[in-house]
């Protein structure tokens, strides 16, 4: 049995929506797709208000963490693979 992706930290029924709509429907996809690349296609597909909270909340699924405990550093990273 597959884990739902609104089963990870961080992923409520709004983003879960998000992600579902870029074609990311499950959490095989979504850790394949990576946190980066999931927040570009909700950028480009569906809000393009996005904000580096939602890109937090993508790594710390994928990490099984609330966004919160990400290193300040590891999210300035992360922001700058976002926007490059």
Same mark, same amino acid.
């Given at each position: 049995?597959? #884990?739902?992706?609104?089963?990870?930290?961080?992923?409520?029924?709004?983003? #879960?929506?998000?992600?579902?709509?870029?074609?990311?429907?499950?959490?095989?996809?979504?850790?394949?797709?990576?946190?980066? #690349?999931?927040?570009?296609?909700?950028?480009?597909?569906?809000?393009?208000?996005?904000?580096?909270?939602?890109?937090?909340?993508?790594?710390?699924?994928?990490?099984?963490?609330?966004?919160? #405990?990400?290193?300040?550093?590891?999210?300035?990273?992360?922001?700058?693979?976002?926007?490059?």
């Amino acid at each position: 049995m597959s #884990e739902k992706i609104s089963d990870l930290p961080n992923i409520g029924k709004v983003l #879960e929506e998000k992600l579902n709509a870029v074609g990311i429907k499950d959490v095989s996809t979504l850790k394949t797709v990576g946190s980066v #690349e999931a927040f570009k296609k909700i950028q480009c597909q569906v809000d393009s208000g996005a904000c580096d909270c939602t890109l937090f909340a993508l790594e710390g699924a994928i990490q099984g963490i609330r966004w919160h #405990e990400l290193d300040k550093e590891y999210r300035n990273i992360l922001v700058k693979k976002a926007r490059g």
